[in-house]
Every structure is written in structure tokens, then in C-alpha cells.
């Protein structure tokens, strides 16, 4: 547990060494793991020592990219962590050309909106995107999609 102490929290680029922990606080969020190790190849984790406290990915599809598997561990939620792994992984998909991002939630349609996420049809997001694992096979019909211009 954290209570009490100081965080000393920092966020990087993701490893094939985080993998096991990023899955574990997938797994601990109700998160999908299909594709979690190629989407990682372009993702953040946020560390305090140690200890993982937060993930997010990008897909990148040409100009477009998909952000996916962004959680944060339960008990340091609302302190801003989330919106700051997305901005890493909204940095790391303009890097590499991304005009706008799209995601699918279950959970989340009332806070990505706090970050200039609006929900879209599926008849707006790019072939390629709609090809990828979170959307054939991850992530069901029902899940909201969303999209944000970068560029």
C-alpha cells in the first residue's frame, strides 16, 4: 500500500520487462490483454520505485492512432495520473504522425470527454484502425467509440 507516503511517481516508455506488470494491472482494471504486448512496444507505464501505478498505448494505423490500455491502479485514482498517461501516449502518437486518436471504453464515456475525447460512429473511424485486435476482437460492439484530433 502507498497511504502515507510520498509518491515519487515518474513515467516513461514501456519495456518488454513491464509487460508482466502491465498485465496484471490490466487484469486488475477489466481490461482486455489481446494484443497488450505488440501495443506496449508504444506505450508508458508511471512507476513509483518499483512499483507499477499506471499504463497507456498507442496503436499507431498511417495518420491515425489507437490509444488503449490506459489504467490506473485502484487505490491512487484521482489524482491526475490517468490524464497524465494519456498526454504521454498522445505525445508518443503525434511523434509519430498521428492526427487524431480513437479508443473504445466500457467504462469510461464520462471521463475521456474531460480530455477532448467525443464520442464517433464506427463508420468514422479508418479501416485500419476498425482492423485492429481491440476492435474485431478485444473490445465488444457495445463498447462507446471515441475520437481526438492531436494534429
Known sequence: MLRGRLLLMQIERASAADVPAIERLLE?????LDGC????RQGVVARDREAMLGCAAVE???DAGLLRSVAVREDIRGRGLGRDL???AEAIA????ARE???LTESAGTWFPRLGYTAVDR?????AVLASVEFTH???VTALVMRRRIA
Open 86 to 88: 494519456v498526454a504521454a
Open 101 to 103: 486518436l480513437y479508443l
Open 138 to 140: 478485444a473490445c465488444p
Open 28 to 32: 486488475g482494471a477489466g481490461l482486455p
Open 123 to 127: 463508420q468514422a473511424v479508418p479501416a
Open 60 to 62: 499507431m494505423y498511417g
Open 37 to 40: 504486448e505488440e501495443a506496449f
Open 94 to 97: 503525434a511523434a509519430a504522425g
